[in-house]
Structure formats: structure tokens, C-alpha cells
């Protein structure tokens, strides 16, 4: 069975920084393109950053770009989202998704990706 975990989530003040990892259990994840993505309260779900099954290239989002960081580590079948200069308004649950398709890049289009995690909460407050 395919399965995404997320962990890392927490609660932080403002300019911290946290790691969040996806483990991905049932399929080898090096095949698949994954996307992290975060939905606020009474907002709708958007991508954050993405890292692509060919060669490892990176999209983020521009109200990310700078702050975090997406890499992947293959032996581990673990996908990572390093969130660096927090800012309240990244408070969010935060989810990793997977697209199977061996491209050489990555989108943030929903109905694309196959297998979601349940998310894991980021709070960043004083």
C-alpha cells in the first residue's frame, strides 16, 4: 500500500526554522515527482515546493523562494522541506504529496498528484 508520513511540524516564533520530512513506504519514491504543499485556515490548498524524479530539480513557490528548501534523499525514501525565516502567515498544515511520472520537472497542479499525506500542523507565533 503507498503511504506518505509527514513529521517535523510544530509550533515556532516567528524567524525560526523547522525540517519537515515525508517517508514514503509501499513504492520507491524516486520515481515519483513530490510536491509539498499547505492549506491555511478558509484558505485553499497551494504549492510550496516541488522536487522532480529526474535529476532533482527544485520549484518553489515565490512567497517560499529563499526561505525554504526541498531535497530528497533516496536511500532513505524520504523527501525533506527545510522552512527557514518563518513568518506568521506560513502557519498551516503542511502536506507532501506524490505524482508518478519520471520528468525532469514539477508543478504544483492538485489533481496531478496520486497519493497525499494526512499533514502535519506548522504554527509560527510569539
Known amino acids: 500500500q503507498l503511504q506518505l508520513v509527514e513529521s517535523g511540524g510544530g509550533l515556532v516564533q516567528p524567524g525560526g526554522s523547522l525540517r519537515l520530512s515525508c517517508a514514503a513506504s509501499?513504492?520507491?519514491?524516486?520515481?515519483?515527482?513530490i510536491g509539498w504543499f499547505r492549506q491555511a485556515p478558509g484558505k485553499e490548498r497551494e504549492g510550496v515546493s516541488c522536487i522532480s524524479s529526474r535529476g532533482g530539480r527544485i520549484n518553489s513557490a515565490d512567497s517560499v523562494m529563499g526561505r525554504f528548501t526541498t531535497s530528497r534523499d533516496n536511500a532513505k525514501n524520504t523527501v525533506y522541506l527545510q522552512l527557514t525565516s518563518l513568518k506568521p502567515e506560513d502557519t498551516a498544515v503542511y502536506y507532501c504529496?506524490?505524482?508518478?511520472?519520471?520528468?525532469?520537472?514539477?508543478?504544483?497542479?492538485?489533481?496531478?498528484?496520486?497519493?497525499w499525506g494526512q499533514g502535519t500542523q506548522v504554527t509560527v507565533s510569539s
Open positions: 509501499g513504492f520507491t519514491s524516486d520515481y515519483y515527482t
Open positions: 504529496a506524490a505524482r508518478r511520472i519520471f520528468s525532469a520537472t514539477c508543478d504544483f497542479q492538485i489533481a496531478r498528484y496520486n497519493y
